[in-house]
């Protein structure tokens, strides 16, 4: 059941407009899949027992009947809905035990990108789901998709991001298979730098072009069957990454994010870190097979 399930962050304090719930639901009819609606509520001032008790029920079940009013349209489209509400927090926290106790397709949240600043204001929930998600996550801008939305893949056959052989593998399967639902076209993204600082000779910024060409058709060639556009791009990552968006008209950009400890917090790795709150498009974040949400501790 879950492995078709898109788990729908619901904000709680938004009027109206649900981003990431119009997105999901557009998503759940082409992949026929099932959308699952949850939030979270908390209040510190409410004690245990008696009156608190009461009070805390009350308002899951004000909650409750909001994500019911939500699901209510989509079940009459056909759609099948479920709703879900927790008395936890951080909401984070509550997100992320949700997401890894069971095996979900994606877990949908809505970012905010603003159109004057050309920056996605990525909140504390947001970074932290980028960072610990176990499963794909989908931050969901408000705008409207392409009638055959471009799907941007974006890998590392060289690996020379910190990121394992297999995450490109799960990108690109992921990319793929969305796009095919979507009926959309699949771009192929890799960039490609010089040694920062160092000034090369003709020859040998021609070599490592063609290193990475090769790399690239090593990697596309055992994907033929997926027919994947590809492009190849030189410089900065995060720069490339942004400027093949902008070039593709990017409807989701697919990425994968190594996460690793740091001091004090999850890093996930230099170019997903500069570019995640600069892309306008939905973003997928995919993490390793082997990832595994780092403890409360």
């Not at 639901?25 to 609606?37: G, M, N, P, T, Y």
């Not at 998600?133 to 020379?160: F, G, I, T």
């Not at 791009?233 to 989701?252: N, S, T």
Request: glycine share 4%; charged share 25%; proline share 5%.
């Amino acid at each position: 059941m879950w492995e078709n399930t898109i788990l729908v962050v619901i904000d709680a304090t938004a009027s109206s407009q649900q981003p990431a719930l119009e997105r999901a639901a557009w998503l759940a009819k082409q992949a026929d899949a099932r959308l699952e609606l949850f939030a979270c509520e908390y209040d510190p001032e409410l004690g245990s027992g008696g009156v608190g008790d009461a009070a805390r029920e009350r308002l899951l079940k004000q909650q409750r009947d909001h994500l019911e009013s939500l699901a209510a349209p989509l079940r009459q489209q056909g759609l099948a809905v479920s709703v879900d509400v927790v008395w936890d927090h951080p909401f984070e926290a509550a997100i992320l035990a949700k997401a890894a106790a069971h095996d979900y397709w994606l877990v949908a949240k809505d970012a905010h990108h603003h159109n004057l600043a050309q920056r996605t204001l990525l909140t504390n929930v947001d970074w932290h789901l980028i960072r610990e998600c176990p499963v794909p996550l989908l931050l969901v801008k408000d705008r409207k998709l392409s009638a055959e939305p471009n799907v941007l893949a974006a890998v590392d056959p060289v690996n020379e991001h910190d990121k394992p052989a297999a995450l490109d593998e799960r990108i690109y399967t992921f990319a793929a298979e969305l796009s095919r639902v979507l009926r959309g076209r699949l771009h192929v993204v890799h960039s490609y730098g010089t040694p920062l600082g160092a000034e090369l000779p003709p020859e040998a910024v021609k070599l490592i072009a063609d290193q990475h060409r090769a790399a690239m058709k090593r990697f596309l060639d055992t994907h033929a069957a997926l027919e994947g556009r590809p492009h190849l791009y030189e410089g900065v990552a995060h720069e490339c990454l942004q400027a093949a968006a902008k070039e593709h008209a990017a409807d989701f950009v697919v990425m994968g994010a190594v996460a690793r400890r740091g001091l004090k917090r999850l890093f996930i790795g230099s170019t997903a870190e500069r570019v995640l709150d600069r892309l306008p498009c939905d973003l997928v974040i995919i993490k390793p097979l082997e990832f595994e949400a780092p403890s409360a501790d």
